[in-house]
């Protein structure tokens, strides 16, 4: 017996939470009418997702005072601000500003494809925390790509000798974690 597969999906009037995280065969459209929304205020609220182009896994905002950010990026401070507890150093502070140049090498990383620390589009890390306005003594940066979890590109980071220097180095005090479609980015700096 064929079931109409409209009827096995469940109708919101409104949506239920904040966030959505996009299963295969989504689109603007489908979510706007499983939750009760329009699709051009879904497609207004998340301008840095292509329609056309949605990732499976990428988290998208439901409602207009939903944050703007991936729950993902947040877990890898908590992940790093354990490691340095670990060894008894103070836990990093996660700065909107940071988090966006970290948010934006991620991006890059993605849509000019290439994997390396100087950016054609940015130049080096240094340079781009200035080009933000960032002024710091010193930075570093920690890049990934394709790993699934926060966890996993912890485990990935801690594994390597530079970029577990850079997240137990007891000089930063700053990180910003930027996640896009499988790329990871960490800034870390040490503030003036």
């Given at each position: 017996m064929q079931t109409d597969p409209e009827q096995q999906v469940?109708?919101?009037?409104e949506p239920p939470f904040s966030h959505y995280k996009v299963s295969p065969g989504d689109s603007f459209w489908f979510i706007a009418q499983r939750y009760g929304l329009d699709y051009r205020e879904l497609?207004?609220?998340?301008?840095?997702?292509v329609p056309t182009n949605m990732h499976?896994?990428?988290?998208?905002?439901?409602k207009p005072d939903a944050a703007h950010h991936s729950a993902f990026e947040d877990q890898v401070v908590a992940l790093v601000n354990q490691e340095r507890a670990k060894q008894g150093l103070r836990p990093l502070t996660h700065r909107a500003d940071v988090k966006n140049v970290a948010h934006?090498?991620?991006?890059?990383?993605?849509?000019?494809?290439y994997f390396a620390h100087n950016s054609p589009n940015y130049g080096s890390p240094f340079d781009m925390l200035r080009t933000f306005g960032i002024s710091y003594r010193s930075a570093g940066e920690n890049i990934a790509k394709g790993q699934k979890t926060?966890?996993?590109?912890?485990?990935?980071?801690?594994?390597?000798?530079?970029?577990?220097?850079n997240i137990l180095s007891p000089n930063f005090d700053t990180i910003g974690v930027g996640f896009y479609h499988g790329a990871?980015?960490?800034?870390?700096?040490?503030?003036?």
């Open positions: 469940r109708m919101f009037k497609m207004r609220l998340n301008p840095d997702v499976v896994g990428e988290v998208i905002r439901l934006k090498k991620a991006e890059d990383l993605i849509n000019a494809n926060p966890q996993e590109v912890m485990n990935a980071w801690m594994n390597s000798p530079g970029h577990r220097q990871w980015v960490q800034m870390f700096i040490q503030a003036r």
